[in-house]
Nanobody, 123 residues
Framework: QVRLVESGGGLVQAGASLRLSCDPS????????MAWFRHSPGREFVAAEN??????YYVDSVKGRFTIYRDNINDTLYLQMNNLKPEDTTMYYC??????????????????WGQGTQVTVSS
């Protein structure tokens, strides 16, 4: 049963922005952390938030362009993506974990996933 629902993907030109959303309202627990991955192939780490320490961390290729943040009212997780590049084109996935780590960048550290949202950046 999918308990994370992503939205916000689309087709944009290079240099444009998109904001991805992840609705965790169907989760029956409060995760220790949530993250965004993308298919590259396999699941490549993009960004994550430790919900205990509030630490946010990123893969080097998106630093300064992407921002992960959470709406504290509805608990939605966002990925603001600016200055998009053609190499950002792929499927993006939201993930949640029930095990505590200071940082978690591996897909095996997350045990709940959404079905993904496609981002396509044309040159």
């Amino acid at each position: 049963q999918v308990r994370l629902v992503e939205s916000g993907g689309g087709l944009v030109q290079a240099g444009a922005s998109l904001r991805l959303s992840c609705d965790p309202s169907k989760l029956t627990f409060s995760p220790y952390g949530m993250a965004w991955f993308r298919h590259s192939p396999g699941r490549e780490f993009v960004a994550a938030e430790n919900r205990i320490t509030k630490n946010r961390y990123y893969v080097d290729s998106v630093k300064g362009r992407f921002t992960i943040y959470r709406d504290n009212i509805n608990d939605t997780l966002y990925l603001q993506m600016n200055n998009l590049k053609p190499e950002d084109t792929t499927m993006y996935y939201c993930a949640a974990r029930t095990t505590y780590y200071d940082e978690a960048r591996g897909p095996t550290e997350y045990n709940h996933w959404g079905q993904g949202t496609q981002v396509t950046v044309s040159s």
